[in-house]
């Protein structure tokens, strides 16, 4: 598992896995970065399903609870087939972008 920490944002991301065992080392690894923003970087699956996406909607609302982002990014599914609790973007610069306005949102109480 990789971790690229910029600030208070930590992307991870993994190559040649499954996604089943990639959600297993970020669970392992949450302690380490349950005080950060997360970006999870899905570019080196080569398929998702929602299903897949689903996956990780307990973790995200776990995070979310704590007071932080959790943004998964992924070009290969469709944003219609997702519950609108689960943040899915097409980029890492759209995930950065989302993680700003939730921190201003956060910061002003809204």
């Avoid at 208070?8 to 040649?16: D, N, P």
């Avoid at 699956?45 to 998964?72: A, N």
């Amino acid at each position: 598992m990789i971790f690229d920490k910029e600030g208070t944002t930590t992307i991870v991301f993994q190559e040649k896995i499954t996604i089943t065992t990639f959600l297993e080392n970020l669970n392992k690894a949450y302690s380490k970065l349950k005080h950060d923003n997360i970006i999870v970087n899905l570019f080196s699956f080569k398929s998702l399903t929602s299903g897949d996406i689903l996956e990780f909607l307990q973790l995200s609302q776990k995070h979310k609870q704590g007071g932080k982002s959790f943004v998964l990014v992924s070009n290969k599914i469709s944003f219609d087939e997702l519950p609108d609790n689960i943040t899915v973007v097409p980029t890492i610069q759209e995930a950065k972008d989302i993680i700003e306005m939730e921190e201003i949102e956060r910061d002003l109480g809204i």
